[in-house]
């Protein structure tokens, strides 16, 4: 892997929603993002994985744990030092919708963040650098002058990509980039990040819910779940060899394009639900839905460990 940009290092972040109850969204997570890479991050819905990517970014201030971004703990960091180092880092939010402030023009939308930064001296060149960004993302600059509302949501969320990338940032997180948006326009988006990438350089931590869509992007894959990060490769490994066994059940259920495979395949269907995040259970998280589970899982935590080069496991059973 390449020289780690991102590392993160036994992170958590606890929300206390009264009663004396604390919820655990993220619960000592690890791991590394290489310059230039692209790390997937996949799971359930409510496994964490978006409270991971805005607590990395201090939206949420972390309950413990370090996240070192270019060997910078940002932990630590406040006020202008930390506003320098946004520049560095920003995010593409999954609602196109709701993440546009719908009063401004789109010169505002994009430009506010060249206002925030000092990154332009005249209106002049504020109106030159939007276009410049939108012609970037395959817009009309001629639109910059339009609201949020007068496009479509795969407009909207290029809108979105402009303005994260207006700052000349290094590392972007995406938070489900494609989920609201129609399949048609979904390819499109992330073929546009791809040669993005390319041309500038990025790093991405790219979470997403379509499995399909995160093997194609990714260079590797973290799996999580609840709070937990249980599974992490490289995406061609991950894909072809699952250990954990919720990684093999999520895998199990992709459709393949070919109805003589699909009827046979073995499909793994998870017994019961997700867990509460709230009063998790005791040893592996999983092992309520596990298929291979023993007395063991129900009291001792299995360590996220390397099954093989690169190909790292949290699980008693795993399969190396």
């Not at 655990?24 to 409510?46: C, P, Q, R, Y």
Request: hydrophobic content about 40%; charged content about 20%; some cysteine.
């Amino acid at each position: 892997m390449s020289t780690p940009l991102l590392e993160v290092n036994n992170l958590v972040k606890s929300f206390n929603i009264g009663g004396g109850n604390t919820l655990h969204a993220v619960n000592d997570i690890s791991f590394t993002i290489g310059k230039g890479e692209t790390l997937g991050v996949v799971g359930e819905s409510g496994c964490g994985k978006s409270t991971a990517g805005r607590t990395i970014l201090r939206l949420y201030e972390p309950t413990s744990g370090t996240v070192k971004f270019g060997g910078t703990d940002i932990t630590k960091l406040s006020g202008s030092k930390m506003k320098a180092l946004r520049r560095d880092m920003q995010m593409i939010f999954q609602d196109p919708y709701a993440s546009l402030n719908p009063r401004m023009t789109i010169t505002d939308v994009i430009g506010e963040a060249l206002d925030i930064h000092n990154l332009v001296n005249s209106r002049q060149e504020r109106k030159k650098k939007v276009e410049e960004m939108l012609d970037l993302v395959g817009l009309n600059p001629d639109h910059a002058t339009r609201y949020p509302h007068e496009f479509s949501g795969g407009q909207r969320q290029r809108i979105g990509i402009a303005r994260a990338l207006a700052v000349n940032p290094q590392f972007i997180i995406a938070d489900e980039p494609i989920s609201a948006l129609d399949v048609s326009i979904q390819a499109q988006v992330v073929n546009l990040m791809q040669n993005l990438q390319r041309k500038m350089g990025l790093t991405y931590m790219f979470i997403a819910h379509d499995l399909s869509m995160v093997k194609h992007i990714s260079d590797r894959v973290a799996v999580m779940y609840l709070g937990k990060v249980i599974e992490i490769a490289e995406s061609a490994e991950l894909y072809a060899n699952p250990s954990h066994p919720y990684t093999r059940a999520l895998l199990s259920a992709i459709p393949i394009p070919d109805p003589e495979i699909e009827a046979t395949r073995e499909r793994i269907v998870l017994k019961g639900d997700l867990p509460s995040p709230v009063n998790p259970p005791s040893g592996c998280h999983f092992r309520t839905r596990c298929p291979l589970a023993t007395e063991l899982c129900s009291k001792v935590e299995p360590p996220l460990v390397e099954m093989k080069s690169g190909h790292l496991a949290a699980c008693h059973y795993a399969s190396a």
